[in-house]
């Protein structure tokens, strides 16, 4: 029984260790500037929403108020249904103001329903966030 105690406790120091050591500082910040542009990074942020196979973080690069680019991050979406939501959703908010980006009815990619809506509520949270803290 203590071997079976000891192993358990081995193997989730050894988890703890694995997750603080891929964690970078950037992963716990939800707002930094970066070249004149705020970016809000939504890894922490909407980590409650999910796509159709996992969460779907983005971060959004805003500058004078407006969006400059959305980016999707690291998921573990089906790469071929992300390939469509990178390509036919991510620049809707391109060059639109952040209070007009915000009110914006964005449809999603046929196809990848779960997925593009996923970065819709990503980016809407981002927009939110970046308001109530700049």
Known sequence: MKKIAVFTSSLALLMLAFALQS???EDDKVMTKEDG???VNTTTLGKNIT???STTPVKVYIKKNKV???EALKNQETPKYMARVKKGLL???DNKKVNDAQKMKVDGVTGATFTSDAII???Q???DYYKKNK
Do not use: E, I, R
Request: aromatic share 14%.
């Open 68 to 70: 400059v680019k959305v």
């Open 51 to 53: 796509g159709y196979v």
């Open 23 to 25: 964690a970078t500082p």
């Open 37 to 39: 542009m705020y970016v």
């Open 125 to 127: 949270l981002a927009l």
């Open 91 to 93: 620049d809707k908010w």
């Open 121 to 123: 509520q990503n980016v």
